[in-house]
């Protein structure tokens, strides 16, 4: 058996749950990748008390993340899919609505060993309340600035 190969061989390091691997093959080697890039397993895998999830210590765990952190990662950040600026306008102003709206809600945080953060909340749909929420995440570097983010929508496939 010497000298063969196995070729389109994928191996998982990564503890992945259910949602992830159930994506489809393009959607899901792009999550890998997300998941690579911020060195840690799929955000849903992640047991909920190991979260950080209200007060002054959420506080301690977040970074400062400024207006301009958000913009640069909405608009200039080049699509995945299309290697373009993905001038994602609309989402520098979305954030209102859902804060004022009481759509976005348990928010929670956890502090990577690489110091990377992980932010995620619950988000209700705008339009089909009777869907359960939304799950995003985002990764931050200590300094604020927008790593990769994820929403399980189907549009999150595309972030």
């Not at 945080?109 to 985002?138: E, G």
Request: hydrophobic share 40%.
């Amino acid at each position: 058996m010497s000298g063969n190969l196995i070729e389109n061989a994928v191996f998982t390091l990564l503890d992945l749950s259910h949602y992830s691997s159930n994506l489809p093959d393009v959607a899901k080697q792009r999550y890998l990748e997300k998941l690579s890039e911020i060195g840690c397993d799929c955000p849903y895998s992640i047991e909920h008390q190991l979260w950080v999830t209200s007060g002054i210590r959420l506080r301690k765990v977040l970074p400062d993340v400024t207006h301009y952190d958000l913009v640069y990662y909405l608009i200039f950040l080049k699509s995945a899919f299309t290697q373009e600026e993905m001038r994602n306008y609309k989402s520098c102003t979305a954030w209102k609505t859902l804060a004022c709206d009481g759509k976005f809600f348990g928010m929670a945080a956890l502090l990577l060993a690489n110091s990377k953060v992980l932010v995620t909340a619950r988000v209700h749909h705008s339009m089909a309340v009777n869907l359960p929420p939304l799950k995003p995440w985002i990764a931050l570097n200590p300094d604020g600035t927008v790593l990769t983010a994820h929403c399980d929508c189907v549009a999150g496939y595309e972030l």
